[in-house]
T-cell receptor
Framework: LAKTTQPISMDSYEGQEVNITCSHNNIATNDYITWYQQFPSQGPRFIIQGYKTKVTNEVASLFIPADRKSSTLSLPRVSLSDTAVYYCPDNYGQNFVFGPGTRLSVLP | NAGVTQTPKFQVLKTGQSMTLQCAQDMNHNSMYWYRQDPGMGLRLIYYSASEGTTDKGEVPNGYNVSRLNKREFSLRLESAAPSQTSVYFC???????????????FGEGSWLTVV
């Protein structure tokens, strides 16, 4: 199954900006890029979605270059509560393929 | 996660026992999924149902069966539980199951299953 590639883990300190990059080498022309966040003992939840260029919402920004082979999730001024696993699932037919994600640890 | 309800939330089974995990949605979405997540791992697709009346295998279907009872409900059955099936199980839904249309996927709260 095609899967995206992202770092396994990242550490940051409170108040810093965190950027997590995902490679979408097999992205199809019509696919959107979506990021999810998962806290311990909960199911993943939607953070942000985009098709190209930049998208911003109240939680994060998503940067997608012109070739769409990668995407970068940007979390401004992280807090301890942003400690979670972040996923950029791949699309495979009618399925969403989740890899291990990026485990972000925010330190005080 | 309010739109996807899973039961039970916790269950302990003995090896060889059977059980069914229930999933119900109130968002009128067509596609439903069952994933499992092992400690420190990502989510792996067990089975999915693109629409009412259809089911298909995912990445790890062995040892499981599913039923799409109606548009709202999608159940996962373990016929003869094994310790390797100890995991957290997530039910999920999406509107059409077509990622190219900008679909997102919504997850339930999870069901913690331990097989001893």
């Amino acid at each position: 199954l095609a899967k995206t590639t992202q770092p396994i883990s990242m550490d940051s300190y409170e108040g810093q900006e965190v950027n997590i990059t995902c490679s979408h080498n097999n992205i199809a022309t019509n696919d959107y890029i979506t990021w999810y966040q998962q806290f311990p003992s909960q199911g993943p939840r939607f953070i942000i979605q985009g098709y190209k260029t930049k998208v911003t919402n109240e939680v994060a920004s998503l940067f997608i270059p012109a070739d769409r082979k990668s995407s970068t999730l940007s979390l401004p001024r992280v807090s301890l509560s942003d400690t979670a696993v972040y996923y950029c699932p791949d699309n495979y037919g009618q399925n969403f393929v989740f890899g291990p994600g990026t485990r972000l640890s925010v330190l005080p | 996660n309010a739109g996807v309800t899973q039961t039970p939330k916790f269950q302990v089974l003995k090896t060889g026992q059977s059980m069914t995990l229930q999933c119900a949605q109130d968002m009128n979405h067509n596609s439903m999924y069952w994933y499992r997540q092992d400690p420190g791992m990502g989510l792996r697709l067990i089975y999915y149902s693109a629409s009412e009346g259809t089911t298909d295998k995912g990445e790890v279907p062995n040892g499981y069966n599913v039923s799409r009872l109606n548009k709202r409900e999608f159940s996962l059955r373990l016929e003869s539980a094994a310790p390797s099936q100890t995991s957290v199980y997530f039910c999920a839904i999406s509107e059409t199951g077509d990622p190219s249309s900008g679909n997102t996927i919504y997850f339930g709260e999870g069901s913690w299953l331990t097989v001893v």
